[in-house]
C-alpha cells in the first residue's frame, strides 16, 4: 500500500513538470488512474484513450497550414531567384553598353582620319599640288591633334570602366 502510494506521489510529481501539450501526458495520466481505487478507473482510462487520439479534422487543418505555409516560402524563393536573374541581366546589359562606348571611342580616330582625307582630296577642280599638299599638311596637323585628345579621352574612359567593374 506504501508503495502505491510512492508511484502515485511520483506520477503526481511528475505531472506537475509537464505542460499540458506533452507528448508523455496521457501516459502518466493513465499511471496515476490505475494505480488508483477509483471504481469507475476503466471508463476513465477509456475516455482517456479516446482522448489521447488525434483529432483527425486537427491534424488536416495542421497539414494545410504546413502545405500553406512551405507554398508561401517557395513563393518567396521564386521571388528572390528572379530578381537576382534581373539584376543580373541589367549588370551584363550595362558591362555590353560601357563596352559599346569603349569601341566607338577607339574607333572615333579613325572616324575622323577619314573625314579628313574625304575633306582634303574634295573640291580640288584645278588645284595645283602645292595647295594639295598644303591642305594635306594641316589636316594632318589637325588629326593628330584630335587623335591625342581621344586617345587621353580613350584612356580615361577605360579607366572609369575599369573602377566601375566589380573585382
Known amino acids: 500500500m506504501i508503495a502505491t502510494e510512492y508511484k502515485q506521489q511520483q506520477f503526481t510529481g511528475l505531472l506537475q513538470t509537464l505542460g499540458p501539450d506533452s507528448p508523455v501526458l496521457p501516459l502518466v495520466l493513465r499511471g496515476i488512474i490505475k494505480g488508483s481505487s477509483l471504481s469507475n478507473k476503466e471508463e476513465l482510462i477509456e475516455q482517456l484513450a479516446q482522448m489521447s487520439q488525434p ?61 579628313m582625307i574625304t575633306a582634303a582630296s574634295t573640291n580640288l577642280r584645278e588645284e595645283t599640288t602645292d595647295d594639295f599638299e598644303r591642305r594635306l599638311k594641316v589636316a594632318t596637323v589637325a588629326l593628330k591633334d584630335r587623335e591625342i585628345t581621344s586617345k587621353e579621352n580613350i584612356v580615361e574612359r577605360q579607366m572609369q570602366v575599369k573602377q566601375q567593374q566589380p573585382n
Not at 495542421?62 to 512551405?70: K, L, P, V, Y
Not at 521571388?79 to 536573374?85: S, V, Y
Not at 562606348?101 to 582620319?113: C, H, I, K, N
Open 55 to 115: 483529432d483527425p479534422a486537427a491534424q488536416e487543418a495542421q497539414a494545410q497550414q504546413q502545405q500553406m505555409q512551405m507554398a508561401l516560402i517557395q513563393a518567396q524563393i521564386t521571388k528572390m531567384e528572379a530578381e537576382a536573374q534581373e539584376a543580373q541581366a541589367r549588370a551584363v546589359e550595362a558591362q555590353a553598353k560601357a563596352q559599346k562606348a569603349v569601341m566607338e571611342t577607339q574607333m572615333m580616330p579613325e572616324e575622323m582620319r577619314m573625314k
